[in-house]
């Protein structure tokens, strides 16, 4: 859980749309999400896929919805042994994973596809684009680089962090996104319209919309993947719409769907727990804005120790 | 022409469009705001009369200017 990935809008939209669920956090003490609308936080080094399974078997947990880029791929690799214990899991195989976590390989895939998408390149400081273009460093966010001296100290930053940059060519137009779920053959999703975006690329300002060219490019794109579970796939649209990236989890907006009538989220609990989804209409309210804000998430002292010392707070126990 | 696709409401003295495909928003004039909600209650020319009475514009022009307007209109329901 991060205040930057979605974890903390999953979280609340599934506190909204399935009241009687408990809500299980895993992640660390600093992490906003570890605070909010969950009922349990447990501390978890990232990709401890063994300590996640152990803890979550003991605390009678029995689906996961991993909300971190890294997390799906090593999620997805370990797929069995939530199996093994009775842990449900929407997930699509770590090969597919891959398709849409490593953005070299989904350029290639959409190529492979004659799915419009701006060329993107690893990054390398011989790289002799046209200006603007963009830099994108997995969970680092993503960064118009305006001068090839910005893009070398980016490039150097994204290195640091144990990325390896693309780059990907600029293209005029205006940016759509649409998050959905992929299941059994069918894909439902929640498309925006971004008004605003951060300089990290995050949308910090959009409008739902819904439009079904785009609809049926996505489910064509996602389904020819073979994609399971939660995604989100970024457009920008000049006449024809250009895919510009997928990532492997519900999107940090994915909460405006609660107002707009269609709770992904919620949705994907009711698969993982084998209930019909209560929603008989794919269709939502067009024309609900959202603007992202930081968040304070308050909290005692010992709640943060309790983390740090025993490993794990009970929320509820506690009566937060 | 088909109408769906838009999203109209009328704030004070004037209305917008919200185009629930492309997320567009239209602000519009106030005689273009009566000329639209005219189009949605199918009853345009009763439109056009209250703004031959209440405004100082010459039928002509007026007509002129609903024809430009159901031209945009036809062109963003149509995208």
């Known amino acids: 859980m991060s205040e930057k990935a979605p974890g903390l809008s999953v979280a609340r939209s599934i506190k909204v749309g399935c009241p009687d669920m408990h809500i299980v956090a895993f992640g660390e003490p600093m992490q906003a999400g570890m605070y909010i609308d969950v009922d349990a936080s447990y501390v978890v080094a990232p990709y401890d896929i063994d300590a996640i399974v152990k803890i979550a078997s003991a605390k009678g947990v029995r689906a996961i919805i ?11 690799e370990s797929k069995e042994v939530f199996s093994d214990y009775g842990i449900n899991l929407l997930i699509s195989d770590s090969n597919i994973v891959r398709i849409a976590n490593d953005k070299l390989e989904t350029y290639q895939y959409a190529s492979s596809k004659s799915v419009s998408m701006p060329e993107t390149v690893r990054y390398s400081e011989e790289l002799d684009w046209e200006l603007p273009y963009f830099l994108k460093g997995g969970s680092r966010g993503v960064f118009r680089v305006r001068t090839r001296e910005e893009a070398f100290v980016i490039a150097q930053y994204l290195k640091q962090m144990g990325e390896r940059p693309i780059a990907q060519k600029n293209l005029n137009g205006e940016p759509y996104s649409v998050a959905g779920i992929a299941y059994d053959g069918d894909v439902v999703a929640l498309m925006i319209k971004k008004l605003r975006i951060a300089e990290n690329g995050m949308t910090i300002f959009g409008v739902t919309i819904y439009d079904k060219d785009l609809l049926s490019i996505i489910k064509d794109f996602v389904l020819s993947i073979g994609w399971e579970g939660p995604f989100e796939v970024e457009f920008i649209k000049d006449n024809n719409y250009h895919l510009l990236e997928m990532n ?29 989804p209560k929603i008989e209409s794919y269709i939502y309210r067009t024309g609900v804005t959202f603007i992202r804000f930081p968040m304070t998430a308050i909290s005692d002292i010992d709640k943060v120790v309790g983390m740090k010392v025993i490993g794990g707070v009970e929320w509820r126990r506690n009566n937060m | 022409m088909n109408l769906n696709r838009i999203n109209y409401k009328r704030i004070g003295e004037r209305g917008y469009i919200f ?33 031959l009475s209440e405004y100082d514009i010459d039928e002509d022009t007026l007509r002129k200017d609903v024809r430009e307007l159901c031209n945009s209109l036809e062109e963003i329901c149509g995208k």
């Open chain 1, 248 to 276: 492997s989890r519900f999107p940090s907006w994915i909460d405006v769907g609660v107002s707009a009538g269609l709770n992904l989220p919620a949705m994907l609990v009711e698969i993982l727990f084998e209930q019909k």
């Open chain 2, 19 to 51: 185009d629930t495909k492309t997320g567009y928003i239209y602000l519009l004039s106030e005689t273009s705001s009566i000329i639209v909600e005219g189009m949605l209650n199918n009853n345009l020319e009763g439109a056009i009369n209250r703004i």
């Open chain 1, 66 to 76: 991993p909300n971190m880029d890294d997390d799906v791929e090593a999620f997805a």
